[in-house]
């Protein structure tokens, strides 16, 4: 059993920058591939970056990359998405989630433990 607690949303002006974190603890944390999603109002769930168990690889959906950067800190049992250069269409909840396979994929039934989420608001 994992637990995942998803912390450092807010509300951000277009072009601002905001840094969520995610908190683990059960589990061997760093034995697996994590990924953030995101649900904007009225929306399914989608993928927004991945990363594999020790951190070398990432992976990002097209809408934010190069704008969102993800990272992870296997001593601290976290991990981080550095969101630069927000748009009012980045405005959703935002999970983090373990990821079942390896490398981590894009597809939300390939994760298996979710954090409640939280939300990231952006002012146009």
């Known amino acids: 059993q994992v637990q995942l607690v998803e912390s450092g949303g807010g509300l951000v002006q277009a072009g601002g920058s905001l840094r969520l974190s995610c908190t683990a603890s059960?589990?061997?944390?760093?034995?697996?591939?994590l990924g953030w999603f995101r649900r904007a109002p009225g929306k399914g769930r989608e993928f927004v970056a991945a990363?594999?168990?020790?951190?070398?690889?990432?992976y990002y959906a097209n809408s934010v990359k190069g704008r969102f950067t993800i990272s992870r800190d296997n001593a601290k049992n976290t991990m981080a998405l550095q969101m630069n250069s927000l748009k009012a269409e980045d405005s959703a909840v935002y999970y983090c989630?373990?990821?079942?396979?390896?490398?981590?994929?894009?597809?939300?039934?390939?994760?298996?433990?979710w954090g409640q989420g939280t939300q990231v608001t952006v002012s146009s």
């Open positions: 059960g589990r061997a944390f760093s034995q697996y591939g």
């Open positions: 989630a373990v990821a079942r396979s390896y490398p981590p994929r894009p597809e939300e039934r390939e994760y298996d433990y």
């Open positions: 990363i594999t168990w020790s951190g070398a690889t990432s």
